[in-house]
């Protein structure tokens, strides 16, 4: 069941594995954890109605394909779906992408306009989008951006202006228990606890063991002064609707921990 | 036709062309001492010309096993075709959550850990140089061969399709292996060079890494490996230097 973040952005959520004994979470136990729970990393998609036109951003995987389609159908109704915009071609994110264009024929693909292999994605076909690029959906409208942390070359970031949301993809994506599932930050119990952030970019976005911490800090910096989001929708955790601008500074810190000690595991 | 890289791995290389310039989307055949062991299946772009080769290097019995370095599908899109949704060919990928990355059906191997296939040992490395998390490098214990995936790519000129490393002119050229992984591991504006060659050393100390054999590139045979490493530590570091934060 999808839930509303805000008026016309609507929240579809995919929990993917427990990821409790995978990443030994009750051995080490770490402090937000609790024995005994599950921990997830989500897949998340997002459908931004705006009035006349409607917009999903991304696909959830292959392993909720009914899942996808029922919630499009249950937001979207008679109205159809305008347009589905893929962030990158990871399974995870765009797996149910030929699924939904078959139920949807009157759907416009929006692919990345970013990196140079897109007839092995079968995203040769839509409407490319690059920095800038924007659609109008009527109350509200969708720009897209160059994807600043990221894995395939083949990606997108997305905003949208009205609210001032962020769309961050595979960044600032955290884990979480099992009762959070589609809570907002500000809904979780005590102060978050920016472990989180380090279990998922220590092992999902892997390559920050490996990056000079002070140019990518900087970049942070620079993210925060272009976007100033109000809302920040991660695709691989739980939405953030306030102080959003706080946890894009917390990344700093997440890039200087992962970069102080040893390698945290593999995503398995 | 396959390329022989080493006594029991063959190429079947796969060309994509970018406005003139070419970057391989390959696949290797392992002959193993209890069947055939593919690793990665390629792009479905090329599926006919795959599953034409695949079936004439088996003598039209397929593969007995498929190795995939990871879900992303240049690696995986020819799973089915080639047999691995079936019973008869043992599908193995190092994702975490196989049903999440479209891979229901895989054993699963643990990054870090080996596993034996067809007769064969092989290795599941965590590897430096990636896009995706749940990639691993595979390492063949039998012909000493590293399967990187998208690590230690170029691009190359037409005509250059099957060479070895050892039929260029000086080995793989420095420029092809800087533009491949500046385009194609975008991440690496933000590397410290010398995290990823520590890590590199410690994979090449480990093991006897007799070629590498990258899924986006020419096949790097022993006598060049030193010269690659020595091109892509350069490439690494002018990635970095040419990025800077606005």
Redesign the interface.
């Given at each position: 069941m999808p839930r509303e973040i805000v008026p016309g952005i609507h929240w579809i959520y995919?929990a993917?594995?427990d990821?409790t004994e995978?990443w030994d979470l009750a051995d080490r136990n770490p402090d937000w954890y609790e024995p005994g729970r599950e921990a997830y990393v989500p897949?998340c998609a997002y459908l931004v109605d705006g009035g006349e036109e409607t917009l999903l951003f991304d696909t959830l995987?292959?392993?909720s394909t009914e899942e996808i389609l029922t919630a499009i159908d249950e937001l979207v109704g008679e109205r159809g779906l305008d347009y589905l915009a893929v962030s990158h071609?990871?399974?995870?994110h765009a797996?149910n992408t030929l699924a939904i264009l078959e139920e949807h024929p009157e759907t416009t693909l929006v692919a990345p306009g970013y990196?140079?292999?897109h007839?092995?994605?079968?995203l040769d076909d839509g409407i490319h989008v690059t920095e800038g690029d924007e659609i109008d959906l009527g109350d509200r409208v969708v720009e897209f951006h160059e994807a600043t942390?990221?894995?395939?070359?083949v990606?997108v970031w997305m905003t949208e202006r009205e609210t001032e949301t962020l769309f961050p993809v595979d960044w600032m994506g955290f884990i979480h228990l099992d009762e959070e599932k589609l809570a907002f930050v500000d809904e979780l119990d005590g102060e978050f606890d920016p472990s989180r952030l380090v279990e998922f970019h220590g092992?999902?976005?892997?390559?920050y063991?490996?990056?000079?911490?002070e140019?990518?800090n900087?970049?942070i910096d620079?993210l925060v002064e272009k976007f100033d989001p109000e809302i920040v929708a991660p695709a691989h955790g739980l939405v953030i609707r306030e102080d959003a601008t706080d946890y894009m500074e917390t990344m700093k810190d997440v890039t200087r921990t992962i970069d102080g000690q040893e390698?945290i595991g593999?995503?398995? | 036709m396959t390329v022989p890289v080493t006594p029991t791995v063959e190429w079947i290389n796969q060309c994509?062309d970018?406005e003139g310039r070419h970057?391989h989307?390959s696949l290797y055949l392992l002959r193993a001492p209890e069947g055939t062991v593919l690793v990665d299946s390629g792009?479905?772009?090329h599926r006919e010309e795959i599953t034409a080769a695949v079936e004439e290097a088996t003598g039209g019995d397929g593969p007995d096993a498929i190795v995939l370095s990871h879900?992303?599908?240049?690696h995986a899109a020819n799973v089915s075709p080639l047999g691995g949704d079936t019973e008869d060919v043992e599908l193995v990928a190092?994702?975490?959550?196989p049903?999440?990355?479209?891979l229901?059906d895989a054993r699963?191997c643990?990054?870090?850990g080996s596993l034996t296939i067809q007769g064969r040992e092989f290795s599941f490395i965590?590897p430096?140089l990636?896009?995706?998390?749940?990639t691993t490098w595979i390492y063949d214990h039998g012909d000493g061969v590293l399967f990187t995936a998208d690590g230690f790519g170029n691009y190359h000129d037409p005509g250059q399709c099957e060479y070895l490393s050892g039929d260029f002119a000086d080995a793989t050229p420095a420029e092809a292996v800087y533009e491949y992984h500046r385009?194609?591991?975008?991440?690496l504006r933000?590397?410290?060079p010398e995290?990823?060659e520590r890590?590199l050393d410690d994979i090449f100390a480990e093991f006897d890494v007799r070629a590498v054999a990258p899924i986006h590139g020419n096949p790097i045979e022993a006598a060049d490996l030193d010269v690659y490493r020595d091109r892509l530590g350069d490439a690494m570091c002018r990635i970095?230097d040419e990025y800077a934060?606005?």
């Open positions: 995919e993917g594995p990821r995978s897949q995987s292959p392993a071609p990871d399974v995870p797996g990196g140079n292999d007839e092995l994605y079968h942390f990221l894995d395939a070359p990606s092992r999902v976005l892997f390559w063991q490996y990056i000079d911490v140019k990518t900087a970049e620079r390698r593999t995503l398995g | 994509y970018h970057e989307v792009s479905f772009y879900s992303d599908y240049p190092s994702s975490a959550s049903a999440q990355q479209g229901p699963k643990d990054i870090g965590d430096p990636a896009d995706r998390s749940h385009d194609n591991l975008v991440w933000y590397v410290a995290k990823v890590t970095a934060v606005a």
